[in-house]
């Protein structure tokens, strides 16, 4: 009678680590595309099981668009991409009612918001109105046209990014929406050895359209997603690693070098992407140093610097890194 009570449980155990082991192999099948961006590859599988949207930043030509493809490849989803632009209109994005001459009816014509993953690129060059078009469904997971609602699909991830060193005819993110994405992550420039072996498959004959070619396939999909979503929900947080979380929250509001700090929803969500790394980890509780981790690409676009500080040439990942040096860990 114990044996058959304890074989559930055996099972849950045994397809949580099936499950882990899916989204792990991801990062190899996403390697098959792109070289040497496995740390984003990390924190986009995080934003998905934390159901979080993610920032990427990185200069052009450091496969922002071929990283989110070989992603969606990976994991058996359907992706789009939105090239932002200053004309494009809150109903290019979301979609629109649309006359039928035959019926004469207006019927609704999905947007390219109706996929798993969105990847919104340049999002800082639309005008706010079209930026904010995403805000409801970034948050609410569904697309209000006419009075009526319309869910997104299931998972729902938004992957917008930014060049960071070009503002000339932009629209920088405002606070509000800045803090409904769980993740900023920064795409560095390849090293030596990563850039060379770049060239060297562009040389064998590598072509960045034909995924398949590359020999990218899907290894896990919704329901795996969906079984690690579960798993990571049971991860077990000690009341001094939520103590030591709100701790560094409160730190960068009494930073001087900070105009804003962090709001409670970037306590949180540090907590949930915490989680999420330790479940990815092999552990079923988070430690100070899966805070640690998450902290930077949690906590750096919900901080402003003082306009003294941006002048002296300040850096709010350091500012970040100060405070993480400060705050004492639960021990």
Same mark, same amino acid.
């Given at each position: 009678m114990s044996e058959q009570g304890s074989s559930p449980r055996v099972l849950d155990h045994m397809d949580h680590d099936s499950a882990r082991q899916s989204l792990l192999d991801v990062r190899h099948e996403v390697a098959k595309a792109v070289v040497g961006q496995d740390a984003t590859v990390t924190g986009l599988l995080i934003a998905l099981l934390s159901q979080g949207h993610v920032l990427l930043e990185g200069v052009p030509g450091v496969a922002k668009t071929l990283l989110v493809r070989a992603l969606s490849a990976a994991l058996n989803l359907d992706t789009k991409r939105v090239q932002f632009t200053p004309d494009l209109m809150p109903g290019d994005?979301?979609?629109?009612?649309? $006359?039928?001459?035959?019926?004469?009816?207006?019927?609704?014509?999905? *947007?390219?918001?109706? /996929?798993?993953?969105? !990847?919104?690129?340049?999002?800082?060059?639309?005008?706010?109105?079209?930026?904010a078009s995403l805000l409801e469904a970034m948050e609410e997971r569904q697309v209000s046209v006419d009075g009526v609602?319309?869910?997104?699909? %299931?998972?729902?991830?938004? %992957?917008?990014?930014?060049?960071?060193?070009?503002?000339? *005819?932009?629209? @920088?993110?405002?606070?509000?929406?800045?803090?409904?994405?769980?993740?900023?992550?920064?795409?560095?420039?390849?090293?030596r050895q990563d850039e060379m072996e770049v060239i060297r498959r562009h040389a064998a004959g590598f072509d960045p359209r034909d995924l398949t070619a590359a020999g990218v396939? #899907?290894?896990? *999909? @919704?329901?795996? !997603? #969906?079984? %690690?979503?579960?798993?990571? %929900?049971?991860? #077990?947080?000690?009341?001094?690693?939520?103590? $030591?979380?709100?701790?560094?929250?409160?730190? /960068?509001?009494?930073?001087?070098?900070?105009? !804003? *700090?962090?709001?409670?929803?970037?306590?949180?969500?540090l907590l949930n992407t915490s989680r999420s790394w330790a479940w990815l980890s092999g552990r079923g509780f988070v430690t100070p140093d899966d805070v640690k981790a998450l902290a930077l690409p949690c906590l750096r676009h919900r901080v402003a610097l003082q306009p003294e500080a941006q002048m002296d040439g300040v850096r709010v990942d350091d500012v970040l890194g100060s405070i993480l040096a400060s705050v004492p860990v639960p021990r």
């Open positions: 994005v979301t979609g629109s009612l649309v $006359y039928d001459s035959h019926t004469s009816e207006f019927t609704f014509r999905e *947007g390219p918001v109706f /996929t798993n993953i969105l !990847l919104a690129d340049e999002i800082n060059r639309t005008p706010p109105k079209t930026q609602s319309r869910p997104l699909p %299931a998972p729902f991830l938004v %992957a917008a990014t930014q060049n960071p060193v070009e503002y000339e *005819g932009t629209y @920088p993110l405002p606070e509000a929406q800045l803090d409904r994405f769980l993740l900023k992550l920064t795409m560095p420039l390849p090293g396939r #899907a290894v896990a *999909g @919704p329901d795996e !997603l #969906a079984r %690690a979503r579960q798993a990571v %929900a049971s991860v #077990a947080v000690d009341p001094e690693i939520i103590a $030591y979380i709100v701790d560094l929250v409160r730190a /960068t509001r009494a930073a001087p070098s900070f105009l !804003l *700090g962090v709001s409670p929803r970037g306590a949180t969500a």
